[in-house]
């Protein structure tokens, strides 16, 4: 039979890369909290609308990256490509979009990229939505979660871009005048900003080639078509941090949602390659309406998770590790009884047990050979004097009988 392979893109976690995982997660989560922000999960699939009208049909999202398939009933539906739209729909579904709420959510999105280093079809990400507050602290608020996080997982050689979008009319405006300007430059452009310049001309402002880069300096900027007080908080912003973190305003970042207005930013790092932004998010005022609810100013943030990782330096404490061995299978009831309430007693530690049929000797043999720092050995003997031998595998010290007390006591010390 042939071999079945995962799909492109869609890499698979073994325990070995699970490793580096588990503790930027739980710290993650540990900073959330430490925000007052609760958890949220909402499904994997939901109706292609909702990222049409949310994302946006002229982002390369929707566009191009979307899964999308007809369900049993022949309905479009899609796998999340982000998990904003999610959040504020079924805010909207529960009309608890007249509070607000502070929510976070990590799990799998979909998008059907080319594949490469930091690249994925499937990805993880986490993400934060701060629903009902208008542009003012929280703006201040979220970039200094944006800090804690940078800070909080060790992440060098970072720096955070930020820009102001406006509100819908001035994006409006200046698009207007980027098209005017970019029209008589036509042939500067290649297919993808040229299908742009009719589809979504701020997105040519992120274009990687140089030649577009030198042009768009000529041209008209963002900065003249905000307000005074857009312009003055992004100011605000980036002195308020810049104290103490590498924060700076590019008046070129737009992201590829279509959902954003107001404050936008990146986070990224030299360390990454090609796929260099490990967090980004933004304001987006008019999404609640725009998917039937109320008027809910909101800003929110996603983290990559695997690129985030991969930048980390935080690391999981040693494992703790006991080897728990029987000399025969009929003390195996017991064993699972004393082994239960040890796990009870310290959830922290791994107890492996050694049910197998072979010798005493082989069996600490195979324990030596794992990183378990103690044998606990029960044999017929032990049995009888309701006791357990704990042997040190690391250390040449003298194994030591205790009784189920003494033994409660040392493992919850390990
Ligand atoms: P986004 O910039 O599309 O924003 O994604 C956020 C982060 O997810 C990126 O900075 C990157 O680290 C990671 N990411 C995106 N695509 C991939 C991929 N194909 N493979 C690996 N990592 C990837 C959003 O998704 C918005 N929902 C963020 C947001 C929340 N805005 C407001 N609230």
């Known amino acids: 039979m042939t071999k079945i392979n995962s799909l492109r893109g869609m890499p698979d976690l073994y325990p070995e890369d699970l490793i580096s995982w588990h503790p930027v997660e739980n710290k993650l989560v540990e900073i959330f909290n430490s925000f007052s922000i609760e958890e949220i999960r909402t499904p994997l699939l939901e109706h292609t609308d909702l990222f049409k009208r949310s994302v946006g049909d002229t982002s390369d999202i929707v566009n191009k990256e979307i899964y999308s398939f007809n369900d049993r009933n022949e309905k479009s539906i899609s796998l999340r490509p982000e998990g904003t739209a999610g959040v504020i729909r079924s ?35 986490a993400g934060v939505e701060f629903l009902g507050f208008p542009e003012g602290s929280s703006d201040f608020e979220l970039i200094s979660l944006v800090c804690l996080i940078i800070e909080g997982l060790k992440i060098k050689n970072s720096i955070i871009k930020i820009n102001h979008l406006g509100d819908k009319e001035s994006k409006k405006a200046f698009s207007k005048e980027l098209v005017k300007f970019l029209e008589p ?27 577009v880069q030198n042009l768009l300096k000529e041209g008209p ?5 905000i307000s005074d007080s857009a312009n003055l908080m992004l100011n605000q912003i980036k002195s308020s941090f810049s104290k103490y973190w590498d924060i700076e305003i590019d008046t070129n970042l737009v992201r590829g949602l279509d959902y954003y207005n107001g404050l936008v930013f990146e986070a990224i790092s030299d360390d990454l390659g090609a796929q260099d932004a490990f967090l980004g998010g933004g304001r987006y005022d008019n999404l609640s309406s725009t ?6 100013p909101s800003i929110g943030l996603a983290i990559g998770l695997e690129r985030i990782i991969s930048i980390s330096s935080i690391t999981s404490s040693k494992e703790k590790k006991i080897a728990f061995i029987t000399s025969t299978s009929n003390i195996a009831p017991l064993a699972f009884k004393i082994a239960n309430q040890l796990r009870i007693v310290n959830p922290n530690v791994s107890l492996d047990m050694d049910l197998t049929e072979s010798s005493l000797k082989a069996k600490l043999r195979r ?14 003997e032990e049995v009888e004097s309701e006791s357990v031998i704990v042997k040190s595998l690391r250390e040449d010290i003298e194994q030591v009988n205790m009784n189920y007390e003494d033994l409660n006591k040392f493992y919850k010390e390990i």
Request: aromatic fraction near 10%; avoid cysteine; proline fraction near 3%.
């Open 91 to 125: 805010i909207v579904e529960k009309k608890l979009d007249q509070q607000q709420l502070k929510l976070w959510y990590m799990g799998p999105m979909f998008r059907y990229e080319r594949p490469q280093k930091g690249r994925y079809r499937q990805f993880y990400q």
């Open 185 to 211: 430059h036509k042939k500067i452009l290649d297919e993808k900003d040229l299908e742009r310049l009719n589809s979504n001309p701020l997105r040519i402002l992120d274009s990687k080639d140089t030649n």
């Open 221 to 225: 900027s963002l900065t003249d078509f």
């Open 291 to 296: 998917l039937g609810g109320k008027e809910m």
């Open 367 to 380: 324990a030596n050979k794992t990183s378990a720092s103690h044998a606990f050995i029960i044999g017929d």
